[in-house]
């Protein structure tokens, strides 16, 4: 079930705290496997995540009770993660361990990886997937990995269809051209 | 399976995929801090209010009300309404016709507690503490004079985190969790306190202004 009963986002919306806290219960998993891979990093993520549901509880009394809550959720999630992604981008000067910062992760250059660290094939993934523009890297994730429809992801991003589908094309172009430069050099 | 999703795109969507666990300690986080940000969007107290309830106070006899109220008829009387036609004239304002609508006027000067234009605004702030076998636990800190009957936490679900949200005003704090009335245990989460003076562990809360 990747969708909760929409019974519950009305109540919800209607102020019944129990309702809120199962929608948090539902939700906070997958919103937190979005923002981790949108961010790079956990505490990001997590603060993504708790912005994200502290302004939908806000936002309530403005959604429509005929509309569909998931579509609506990642929308204020992923603007929290980009503006999130924005800000780290301007501060962020230390490299924590096992994290490439946004700002040194050129789209041109090879991916350097110390073999010393041992990085299993889902580091590998993140740390390619952090080398992708933020639009493309957010269409992907929506797409293949939180299976959401173009239309859904339209609503989510705001961008039209035909722009989506050439981001997700780019990003699957550049993943797949550098993670076989992963494998060839970790000789899988 | 799409056009562009092949071999090494679907292994890297499979990597990407995995679903983080549930955590009852995230969810109560996130739910204290939902309430945290209700109490500090709580609308404030109009003017009037604050009159009213200053006046209420037990400290002030029946009588010093009476000479407050009528020395806030006059204050009202002069600055709306004798002198009103004048001012209007003269091309001067009252600084009461700037009020936003829906609240009584209060006449300038009279009687608004000193505090609330400048006074430095407590912060919600949510606490979280895992103890499994706690019957009770209650905050206590310096931002509610240690004062165990203020602020109870509240158990997330039957065996679940305990959960509160403090009002501390920005600069550095000094609190602690008392469990069953009788422990006093330190916030495993913040740094801990040098310089307590209530006897047990304690822990340190910074408190940025909003």
Known sequence: ?188 | MELERDETIERAVQALAVMPPRDAQAVSRVMAAVRANGVSRAPRPSRLALVLEWVRQPSLSVASAGALAAAALVLGFFSRGAFGKAGAETGTRSALEGQPTGEYPVPAGAIIPASNSNEVRAVPVPLVFEARNAKTVVVVGDFNGWDESKTPMVRYGTDGPWTATVLAKPGRHVYAFLVDGTTLVADPRAPRAKDLDYGGDASVLMVTPP
């Open chain 1, 1 to 188: 079930v990747t969708e909760i009963d929409p019974s519950v986002p009305s109540r919800a919306r209607r102020g019944d705290e129990q309702a809120f806290l199962e929608i948090v219960e539902f939700y906070y998993p997958r919103c937190l496997r979005f923002a981790r891979n949108m961010m790079g990093n956990e505490q990001d993520a997590e603060e993504a995540v708790q912005d994200a549901f502290v302004r939908v509880h806000d936002s309530f009394p403005r959604f429509r009770e005929d509309a569909r809550f998931d579509p609506w959720l990642f929308r204020i999630l992923a603007n929290r993660c980009r503006t999130l992604l924005s800000r780290a981008k301007r501060h962020r000067s230390l490299i924590e361990y096992g994290e490439v910062p946004l700002a040194v992760a050129s789209a041109a250059a090879p991916i350097e990886v110390d073999d010393d660290f041992g990085a299993d094939w889902a580091e590998e993934v993140r740390i390619v997937l952090d080398t992708l523009p933020p639009e493309q890297k957010e269409a992907f994730l929506l797409r293949h990995v939180e299976d959401l429809s173009y239309e859904d992801i339209a609503a989510i991003t705001g961008a039209g269809l035909s722009a989506l589908r050439m981001r997700v094309k780019r990003a699957c172009d550049t993943l797949r051209i550098r993670l076989a430069e992963v494998e060839q050099r970790n000789g899988t």
